[in-house]
C-alpha cells in the first residue's frame, strides 16, 4: 500500500500495516531524507518512487516477508530495484542508531528479568510401517 493510502488509515491500522507507530515513521522518514540528501548532493537520476513509499516498502518487506518480486509488483519497480531499495533504507536506519535494540550485557545488567517458559514435548510421526496391509497396496500380477 502506498503511503498517500495509508495516510488516510487510523494510528491502529497503520501500525497493523507497517509495524511502528506514525511518530516513530516519521523518525525513520527523517533518517531517510537526511541519507538522501548526502547521496544525492553529488548528483544523480531522480528516484522512481518517493522516500516515504521507500520506507513503506522496506517496512512493509520487514512486517511480513512478502518476496522482493510482489513488493516490486505492488509499487510498479522491478525485483532488483525493490531489493536495492530496502537494502539502502535498511542500511540507513542501521547507521543512524537510534533503532536499534540493547545489547545483551545491557540486558544482563538491568534487574527487570522476564523468564518465558515453554513445553515442547516431540510425538513420532505416525506411519504405517512398509509392507504392511495398511500401507499401499500392492500391485496384483496379471494371470490370464
Keep these: 500500500m502506498r503511503y498517500e493510502e495509508a495516510k488516510r488509515l487510523t ?14 515513521f516519521e ?14 548532493a553529488r548528483g544523480g537520476r531522480p528516484n522512481k518512487l518517493s ?7 522496506a517496512l512493509e518487506y520487514l512486517r511480513e516477508y512478502r518476496t522482493y518480486f510482489h513488493i516490486g509488483g505492488s509499487y510498479g ?7 536495492k531499495v530496502i537494502r539502502w ?3 540507513t536506519l542501521i547507521k543512524s542508531g537510534k533503532f536499534s ?7 544482563l545488567k538491568s534487574d527487570e528479568y ?12 505416525e506411519r504405517p510401517k512398509k509392507g504392511s ?8 500380477s496379471d494371470t490370464r
Design 27 to 40: 523518525i525513520m522518514l527523517g533518517e531517510v531524507h537526511t541519507a538522501h540528501a548526502l547521496k544525492k
Design 51 to 57: 522516500l516515504e513509499d521507500t520506507l513503506m516498502m
Design 114 to 125: 522476564e523468564i518465558v517458559l515453554v513445553d515442547v514435548a516431540e510425538t513420532p510421526i
Design 133 to 140: 496391509e495398511n500401507g499401499t497396496r500392492e500391485r496384483k
Design 101 to 107: 535494540l540493547p545489547g545483551k550485557k545491557t540486558l
Design 11 to 24: 494510528e491502529g491500522q497503520f501500525r497493523r500495516l507497517t509495524g511502528v507507530k506514525r511518530p516513530v
Design 89 to 91: 533504507v535498511e542500511d
Design 77 to 83: 519497480v522491478s525485483e532488483s530495484y525493490a531489493y
